[in-house]
């Protein structure tokens, strides 16, 4: 990546922690407010104060350094900033005396901030364009032009669709991902002999439906009940794990067959059969090392807003999910799917020339950070939900000691983390 627009991305990516992070920390002092504790100061960024705005109570600062923020918030626990010593603070307004469960709110909130940012723009972005990027759960495929699986399936389309408009022409017809495959068959010369010839030999076939029995695959593939196009994922990386068994082949031969579908349901259309296309690989087509045919995940299609809206409530708890399963990993000595700043960078980088996945972009980490924040580990918010919980229970406060202990373990293990992850981006990087 060039290193200019590395370096870009990792400041607009910054900036954007800095953003969520801040709405993080403003969720807590709108609770902090409304409970009537004092807050001394809302900072965005830590480090010595840029610039400072004295409100009659509450001073906002701007930070040197944009890795963060915090509120200061009156307590009997922690010393006031050094220039706010003089404010004669009524004890009932420190948090200390804060009833348990406004504190509990006070907890929550900064999590639950950047569950609304990420639902306002899954929502948004859904409903406005009636779309998701890049959905391996959805059905076909978008084809590279010019690679394997478009030009031979082009081909072949624009033969059948000629039969029903006579006008198209090499020029103004182009398949789309509505042009789903199929099934696929891959043949190759066999490495034995039968009287000096040599025999072609059927290495695998393959069709997108549930049938154990490989040699009805011809009759089923244009079986009545067969007219649910399988999803990207199922297709890619059956094609993938099949086509396994036949890289080492000479004479490899690739047959595809594909439907006309639906582009919202994926229901083959009324009266399309599977028509076939057959090509011999040559090096200019196929690759049999990098085992690509042209093929990434498609677009799903929203029929209208108010379901698109809807997939937006339900993206944004699928990501919230799906960082829970990489943390998870780290238990097995995984951090692959986890990123740090550095990776933070290099997936700006890449998504600053298209506004739509920038902002989804920004969407999924706005989910992450919400989970993130409820994991139960000190300092982080999730295990101050438990603690108030326990202390709700037990009715009165854990010892400064043990909680001084816990945060200790707590932080160390935090930044073991982060340190890692953020050495492994670089490795990556």
């Known amino acids: 990546m060039d290193a200019g627009l590395f370096l870009l991305g990792f400041f607009v990516g910054i900036l954007v922690l800095l953003i969520l992070v801040t709405v993080h920390e403003f969720g807590h002092f709108i609770i902090a407010k409304l409970s009537g504790a004092y807050v ?14 004295k409100g009659k109570e509450t001073w906002v600062s701007i930070r040197i350094f944009p890795l963060g923020g915090f509120c200061s918030i009156a307590s009997e626990k922690v010393d006031p900033p050094s220039d706010r010593e003089d404010v004669d603070v009524p004890p009932e307004r420190y948090m200390d005396y804060i009833a348990r469960w ?17 639902i306002f723009l899954f929502t948004i972005i859904f409903a406005a364009t009636q779309s998701k990027l890049d959905d391996m759960s959805f059905y076909g495929a978008k084809y590279g032009q010019n690679q394997i699986a478009y030009k031979l399936i082009n081909e072949k389309a624009l033969e059948v669709e000629k039969e029903k408009d006579s006008s198209l022409t090499k020029e103004n017809f182009s398949i789309d991902q509505s042009y789903v495959i199929w099934g696929w068959k891959l043949v190759a010369n066999s490495e034995t002999s039968t009287d000096g010839q040599t025999k072609s030999e059927q290495v695998v076939l393959f069709n997108n439906i549930d049938n154990t029995n490989p040699e009805l695959n011809n009759e089923k593939i244009n079986d009545s009940d067969n007219q649910q196009a399988a999803t990207y994922e199922k297709t890619v990386y059956n094609f993938i794990n099949n086509l396994t068994l036949g890289k080492e082949k000479e004479g490899l031969q690739i047959q595809f067959s594909f439907k006309h579908v639906d582009k919202f349901s994926g229901r083959a259309l009324d009266g399309y059969n599977s028509p076939i296309v057959t ?7 196929y690759n049999k090392d990098s085992l690509s045919v042209g093929i990434a995940p498609p677009i799903r299609y929203y029929a209208n807003s108010s379901i698109a809206y809807l997939a937006g409530w339900k993206e944004t708890f699928t990501q919230s999910i799906s960082i829970l399963k990489s943390i998870g990993m780290i238990f097995t000595g995984s951090f692959s799917n986890l990123s740090g700043p550095v990776g933070v960078a290099t997936q700006t980088a890449n998504m600053l020339g298209d506004a739509h ?27 101050k939900v438990i603690e108030i919980i326990i202390e709700m229970i037990i009715r009165k406060e854990l010892s400064q000691k043990y909680k001084i202990i816990v945060y200790s373990i707590g932080a160390i293990l935090f930044l073991t983390i982060f340190a890692t992850v953020t050495i492994l981006d670089f490795i990556r990087g």
Request: hydrophobic share 55%.
């Open 40 to 53: 001394y100061e809302f900072a965005i960024g830590f480090g010595p104060r840029l610039f400072t705005f």
């Open 279 to 285: 090509r011999f690989s040559t090096s200019d087509e």
């Open 102 to 118: 406004k504190k509990l709110l006070f907890i929550l909130f900064g999590p639950l901030m950047n569950l609304f940012v990420a």
């Open 357 to 383: 996945k920038f902002f989804l972009y920004v969407a999924m980490i706005s989910a992450n950070l919400f989970i993130i924040n409820l994991i139960f580990i000190p300092p982080l918010d999730g295990y």
